[in-house]
């Protein structure tokens, strides 16, 4: 049972219950793209990660996005799981930004674990908690971070996760990340290379001064 | 002990719990404008009000802020007890509105009794996934709903919660609570009153289309 692995709390678990979990938890390997939860649809529950990068983001009526979580191996997330949290109303979707490998628990056994156990009520509780935190930092720099700061540390925070200076990533898809439109990110990343921090190429953004950028992003 | 009656879990304590929580729960009664909560001082606890209006906001570096949530009457709230929540990192304050009666539990015991009880554990759940879909409402309106839409909303909210269509608010404040500048507030004002849906007199803002202003917000 690899997985008890990927779930902190496994050995804070009743044999019956890890049990029940043993029985329900499903293994799956996505593709990159790939969109495992969409709030419209069933509840997809714990989500735990073997491998891979997931993105959760919020989607407004007229199609645009916000990246508002990132998952990578290790991570455990509740926000497929918003439909047996209590009080918790809202929309996230979730994709694949990599060929994924994940277990989910389904809600509902999730549900009655946390109704049951104290232990996975506090842990419930962390992981939103981290969520919360999440979000209010995320709003914070909406609110208060001016947009090439923002974009700045995206790239950077892009090129450490890709262990790569040489970025494969559309305008599109950053614009999707960070809120905005196409065209405010291109006009920006033109102004990123004429200050020599980028070099846009076809298909890739190159970071050619990582000490500007950072420099920018506290600045 | 009339505070149980404002905390919805008392009968689901021990009545060990019950005395302990009676020995240090403090009331407090305090003037409009009065900060109760500040994050960089000690944490105040759980927060449970008896009469008045509470405001929860959080304050960038250069002293802008942004409301987040507002408490009246039976609220209860952990905001001002992120201190014993697990990964909760943020700073958020909080200020009477109307002079306010409250009481508080302190967030060392209230943090104990999370640890131990399920009931009061599964509270602690509901209240931050509360603030958290709060939250997640807010940065969807930020990000995509229009500051005149946003404005047209929080006077028809304003009017609602204080049973006046003649409202006693600066631009200031309004500003402070819609995360904007002042001169963001009074031109948008001075428009409104341009197209008939409020009358800008000295000290207070008069709704004086309703109709149009909610025909706006949902426009």
Known sequence: MEFAEYLPIWDKLTP???????EVVEFRKVKKGTHIHDSSAECLGLVMVRS????????????????????????VSLLSASCVMPDMQFNVMIEAEKDTEFWSIPACLFKNLVDESL???????SLISGNFSELMWLMEQIMWKSFDKRLAAFLLEEAAIEGTSSLKITHEKIASHLGTAR????????????????????????????RKLDDLQNG
């Open 183 to 210: 065209e405010v990110v291109t006009r920006m990343l033109r102004y990123f290379q004429s200050e020599g921090m980028v070099k846009l190429t076809r298909g890739a953004i190159e970071i050619s001064d990582p």
């Open 16 to 22: 019956q219950q890890q049990q029940m979990i043993a």
């Open 52 to 75: 891979g990068q997931l993105r959760a983001y919020i989607l407004s009526e007229d199609g645009r996005e916000i990246t508002i979580s990132r998952l990578f191996e290790y991570d």
């Open 119 to 125: 232990a996975v009520s506090s842990f419930a509780n």
